[in-house]
């Protein structure tokens, strides 16, 4: 299993990003698949998840409204956008496998994309 996690960068507030996770060494279109995000000293939290088919979304309170999850399973890619964007949103972004059921991931396999809001 592998991601690469990518789309991160520096961001005045207020503004947008798409991240992007291209995935590997797996059945992509048999998993649903979420992005989290992790502050050093803070637990990961769960940012948004989507089904196989990307019939159903969830999102964390914090950024619903503001984030989109999506992806093409023909590309083997999941998206992230990000919009209105607030220095509270810096983090290190993950993507990830995961489970609709007992809603946790299925581990994290790539380095992750920074993603700094700051003026």
């Known amino acids: 299993v592998h991601f690469v996690e990518s789309g991160g960068g520096l961001v005045q507030p207020g503004g947008s990003l798409t991240l992007s996770c291209a995935a590997s060494?797996?059945?992509?279109?048999?998993?649903?698949m979420s992005w989290y995000r992790q502050v050093p000293g803070k637990e990961r939290e769960l940012v948004a998840a989507?089904?196989?088919?990307?019939?159903?979304?969830k999102y964390a309170d914090s950024v619903k409204g503001r984030f989109t999850i999506s992806r093409d399973n023909a590309k083997n890619t999941v998206y992230l956008q990000m919009n209105s964007l607030k220095p509270e949103d810096t983090a290190v972004y993950h993507c990830a496998r995961y489970n609709w059921v007992t809603r946790i991931s299925l581990g994290f396999w790539g380095q992750g994309t920074q993603v700094t809001v700051s003026s």
């Open positions: 060494g797996f059945t992509f279109s048999s998993y649903a």
């Open positions: 989507i089904t196989i088919a990307g019939s159903s979304t």
